[in-house]
């Protein structure tokens, strides 16, 4: 299984493979990573911006179907089966990523209710969403994504804010990692992985830890109303497997970026994962949520 990153093809790496035209040839995420770490996901997303999203929304236009829900890079799709219950009013998401394999998962695991009872419709579109048309979101209510922001390039992310801006529509980004960690108990050596780590994030031109900066400057130079708020993973001893698997990502990004940390980190890893083991760890994983709600538009001249 992987950990906190794409599964990767031994001998291959990620940094040129993310950038192919051939979205077969993507680096894929486990699905059994993406649902361990969904509940962490689901206690991280910063709730409170929720009620702005909830008020922009309900000033929209009215839509036969009712709300219509871009997901870009579901997954298997828990950015879906976290909001849809929380959103009042008919609901049809469209969800996109460019692996058919984790499109399954979510249209099978799909949510089928609203706040208030109301019906939620779910159809997959496999795609590139780092290249999306102007017409690619037309009609759309809301855009959403998670833990997607910093694998996207600043062009990329400039050509998201351009799609939604020409859609009218909000934006929901959850879960960009921010490129800070907090170990307890701490060591020397925590400081060197995280910078290794987030040098892994910025190969070839990705955002990594940049990606909320560069998105919420990319909306409001559209004009959008930029909020961020934290929504950090708090893991303890209820979070051992999860903890496990990320440490095992993060550890070996970091090597990945820095060959000459391998002995080290390995000794490093060893420990922090015994620690785990014994429910002796406690780790955060600060990550940053954005809404951007665009200029309303149609009002009195
Ligand atoms: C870290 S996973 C997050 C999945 C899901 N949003 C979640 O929160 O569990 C990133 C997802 O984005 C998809 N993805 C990454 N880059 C993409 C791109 N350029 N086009 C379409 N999907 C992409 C991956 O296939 C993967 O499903």
Known sequence: MAGAGPVVPAGERATVRLRDD????????????LQ???????????????DPLRIRLAEGPARAGGLAVHDLGCGTGSMGRWLAPRLD?????????????????????????????SGVTVETRR????????????????????????????????????ACADAGCPALLTLSVAGRVELAPADPLDAEITDAFNAHQRRAGLLGPDA?????????????????????????????ALTGQWLRGWVGAAVEQRPELRDRAERYLDALLAACEAGELRVTVHHTDLLALPRPTGGPV
């Open 22 to 33: 051939d979205p077969q040839d993507a680096p894929r995420y486990a699905p059994e990573w």
């Open 36 to 50: 361990l770490r969904e509940p962490a996901d689901a206690a991280a997303r910063a709730a409170d911006l929720l």
């Open 89 to 117: 009013g008919a609901q049809h998401w469209i969800l996109h990523d460019r692996d058919p394999y984790l499109l399954h998962f979510a249209a099978v695991a799909s949510p089928r209710a609203a706040a208030d009872g």
């Open 127 to 162: 795609g590139d969403v780092a290249r999306l048309t102007p017409d690619a979101l037309t009609g759309a209510s809301l855009v959403t994504a998670s833990a997607l922001l910093d694998v996207l390039t600043r062009e990329e992310i400039e050509n998201l804010a351009d």
């Open 212 to 240: 909320v900066t560069v998105a919420g400057e990319a909306f409001a130079a559209r004009g959008a109303t930029v909020r961020v708020r934290p929504s950090p993973w708090r893991l303890g001893p209820g979070e051992a």
